[in-house]
C-alpha cells in the first residue's frame, strides 16, 4: 500500500503483520483480530485473521507408484506390494491424507471377488486393525509404518503384522484417515504395505481395484 506520505509492505491485512529480519533470521509475522475471516467484493479479496498465515512450505502430495501389479498368485503364498505417500503442508491446522477402494478386488469377466480379510481373528475392519500371521487366512489388506500415521501402525520400519481393510465404497464406507498431523511439516513420509493370500479354492481371474488417496490441508 503506498500514498504520497507512505509504503506499507506487509504479507497480509491483519491486526499485526509484516517481514522483519536481521543478520541470522527472516520473520514473517501475522496478528489476528475481532473480525478475522474471508471477506470479498467485486476486484479484491480480504483474508483477515490469524489462521491465514504467511506460510514458506507449499502444499504438496506425492504418491510413488500408480499401478500396483502382484503378478501370479499361488494359493496360502502372501503377495505384498508397497507405496510411498509424501506429504508437505505449511498450513497452520496441519494435514490428513485418507484412503478408499472403490470395491473389494473384482475378477470383471466372472464377477468373482477377493474379499477383504477379517484376520486371523475376524476383527480386522476398515476402522480397526487386527493381527494377519497366518497363511491360512486369506483375503485383501493393508498395512502401514511411517510419519503420522495411527496407532497401532509403527513409525519406523518394518511395518509389522496388524492390518487392516480399505474403507469400501461400494458397501457405504467412508474414507478412512491413514495419515494425520496438527503441525506444519515437510516431506512427511509413510509406506502402505498392501497384502493379497488367496486360498486354493479361488477363481482364476484378473482381480482389481481401485484406491483413491486425498490429501487435505488444513489451515
Not at 80 to 98: H, R
Not at 132 to 153: C, K
Amino acid at each position: 500500500m503506498v500514498s504520497e506520505d507512505y509504503e506499507l509492505q506487509m504479507p497480509n491485512l491483519n491486526f499485526s503483520s509484516g517481514n522483519m529480519s536481521s543478520s541470522g533470521i527472516n520473520l514473517g509475522f501475522t496478528g489476528g483480530q475481532t473480525a478475522s475471516g474471508e471477506y470479498s467484493r467485486d476486484g479484491y479479496k480480504l483474508l483477515a485473521g490469524f489462521w491465514y498465515l504467511k506460510t514458506i512450505i507449499p502444499f504438496t502430495f506425492t504418491v510413488s507408484n500408480q499401478v500396483i501389479e502382484f503378478g501370479s498368485l499361488s494359493a496360502g503364498v502372501p503377495s505384498l506390494a508397497t507405496t510411498t505417500l509424501s506429504v508437505s503442508c505449511g498450513g497452520a491446522g496441519g494435514y490428513q491424507v485418507t484412503a478408499q477402494e472403490n470395491h473389494q478386488l473384482m475378477a470383471f469377466s466372472t464377477g468373482g471377488l477377493i474379499a477383504d480379510t477379517t484376520g486371523d481373528s475376524g476383527d480386522i475392519t476398515y476402522s480397526n486393525a487386527g493381527l494377519w500371521e497366518n497363511n491360512t487366512t486369506y483375503g485383501f489388506g493393508y498395512t502401514m509404518h511411517g510419519q503420522d500415521v495411527p496407532t497401532p501402525f509403527p513409525t519406523a520400519s518394518p511395518a509389522g503384522n496388524y492390518y487392516k481393510q480399505f474403507a469400501d465404497a461400494s458397501n457405504s464406507e467412508g474414507p478412512e484417515i491413514i495419515m494425520y498431523s496438527e503441525s506444519v511439516g515437510k516431506n512427511r513420509t509413510a509406506t502402505v504395505t498392501y497384502k493379497i493370500n488367496i486360498s486354493a479354492s479361488q477363481p482364476a481371474g484378473r482381480y482389481q481395484n481401485v484406491i483413491t488417496y486425498i490429501a487435505t490441508p488444513t489451515y
